[in-house]
């Protein structure tokens, strides 16, 4: 059965450098989302994707955040100056068309860790 | 403002025993709602959603329109049954928006 995946599993990071993370959706997925997870609290929706541009996103996506779909796989969360607060576990997930009720598939995460 | 809230943060229950897990929601539209659940080591995912009124591993959710609910239920609680179970509203932009999770533990 076919799953969202992403890399890396783990990132530790300096206070204000860039990472960059990276989410291979499901084949046939069109629709792309973000969300992230600070340790205790509940996931939190950061943005959505579809047709090569942003269809929503929160409060919490600010001008530090990006995402963009290099080629035709990947999907990518990049944070220009990562903070302290930017610790969290990001998921990223996939829908096959942006219907409600849609399943979302999520990938298994990747923790960040800003020192 | 949509807002999904799950009031227990841990339960824990028998073997065999009935399972309830609260979840209530305020939104100002006509919801969707979801259970989506995360096994131990697993990533999150899907466990049912409220128009497919279907079963899935011995689990059912209603959809209580006039008390804003979308409780949990499971008649026989098995040990597998435990991980952390999160509710979640769909507004019409397709978004998901989680309740805090409750940590279900089945005691054998």
């Known amino acids: 059965e076919p799953e969202v995946t992403q890399t890396p599993s783990h990132q530790v990071t300096q206070m204000g450098q860039e990472v960059i993370l990276r989410c291979v959706p499901i084949s046939n997925h069109l629709y792309f989302y973000w969300y992230r997870q600070i340790l205790g609290q509940k996931v939190e929706f950061l943005v959505s994707?579809?047709?090569?541009?942003?269809?929503?996103k929160s409060e919490i996506f600010d001008d530090q955040f990006s995402v963009e779909r290099p080629d035709g796989s990947n999907f990518t969360l990049k944070i220009r100056s990562t903070k302290l607060e930017d610790s969290a576990m990001y998921f990223c997930?996939?829908?096959?068309?942006?219907?409600?009720?849609?399943?979302?598939?999520f990938g298994p995460g990747t923790r960040l860790l800003v020192l | 403002a949509q807002r999904v809230t799950q009031p227990e943060k841990l339960l824990s229950v028998f073997k065999g025993a009935p399972v309830e897990l609260k979840c209530n929601y305020s939104?100002?539209?006509?919801?969707?709602l979801f259970w989506y659940v995360q096994y131990s080591r697993q990533r999150l995912q899907l466990l049912l959603r409220h128009i497919s009124r279907e079963s899935i591993k011995g689990f059912t959710a209603d959809l209580n329109k006039g008390e804003t609910s979308f409780h949990l239920k499971k008649p026989f609680a098995q040990e597998e049954d435990s991980a952390m179970y999160y509710c979640a509203l769909q507004t019409g932009a397709n978004n998901l928006f989680f309740g805090t999770g409750t940590r279900l533990t089945v005691i054998p």
């Open positions: 939104y100002s539209g006509s919801p969707e």
């Open positions: 994707f579809y047709n090569n541009e942003i269809s929503e």
């Open positions: 997930a996939s829908s096959a068309n942006p219907s409600v009720q849609e399943t979302q598939y």
